[in-house]
């Protein structure tokens, strides 16, 4: 898939805000600072489009970029960021939850990992969820250039083991700095979009 055009859209922290009309929508979850808004430039290949920050915690907003008049990637709040009062967590997980769980347009999401940590308890948390809400999935190891082929390889087991991964779920080793992964994760992408299943949002 070609990126030819990539504007930002708004931002939400509510249903309300979420932009109108039926645009297919790609997810990108994980924790604060693992290199969502990183990855998000390196895919449309645009360094300032997601305002990245090596201060964790500071995006608390859902962000909504359009690409190529098609489809939207939705930049999630990062979880996990230790440092804020529990209320604002809270304030976190619910915004994250009810985009998954209710956006009717979402077609897949993927989940960021840091390639060198084992994944948190939240990290499983989050896979769970999305597992339980059957929701295309795919697992991105960020920061792929921090590690040699050898501790790749020997990490890349820690994750599948660490959650379980199913084998429906693709792990792709992702560096926002070398592109690495880049092609992978668009075919992903790709993929999702052209079977553009309608969700079924209705709790059993
Ligand atoms: N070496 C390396 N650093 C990265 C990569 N992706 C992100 N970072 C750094 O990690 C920090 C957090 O990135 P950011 O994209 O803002 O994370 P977010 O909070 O998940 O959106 C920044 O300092 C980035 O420069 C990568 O692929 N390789
Ligand atoms: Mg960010």
């Known amino acids: 898939m070609k990126i030819v055009a990539a504007e930002f859209l708004t931002s939400a922290v509510n249903p309300g805000g979420y932009p109108p009309g039926d645009l297919p929508e790609i997810a990108f979850v994980g924790r604060s600072n693992v290199g969502k808004s990183s990855l998000i430039n390196r895919l449309v290949n645009r360094k300032g489009l997601a305002r990245t920050s090596s201060t964790p915690g500071r995006t608390q907003l859902i962000n909504f970029f359009k690409i190529n008049d098609r489809f939207i990637m939705v ?109 992978e994760l668009l075919d992903v992408i790709k993929d999702w979009l052209q079977a553009d299943q309608p969700r079924n949002t209705e709790q059993e």
């Open 75 to 183: 930049d999630l709040p990062g979880y996990g960021y230790a440092r804020v009062p529990e209320e604002v967590k809270a304030r976190w997980g619910k915004m994250i939850e009810g985009y998954l769980k209710n956006r009717e347009n979402l077609r897949g999401v993927c989940l960021l990992l840091d390639c060198r940590h084992t994944p948190t308890a939240q990290d499983i948390q989050m896979y769970r969820w999305l597992q339980y809400y059957r929701l295309p999935a795919a697992v991105v190891a960020t920061k792929a250039d921090k590690l040699s082929n050898n501790q790749w390889a020997k990490q890349q087991s820690v994750i599948k083991k660490t959650l379980s991964l199913a084998p429906e779920h693709s792990l792709i080793a992702f560096s926002a700095e070398t592109g690495r992964g880049r092609d």
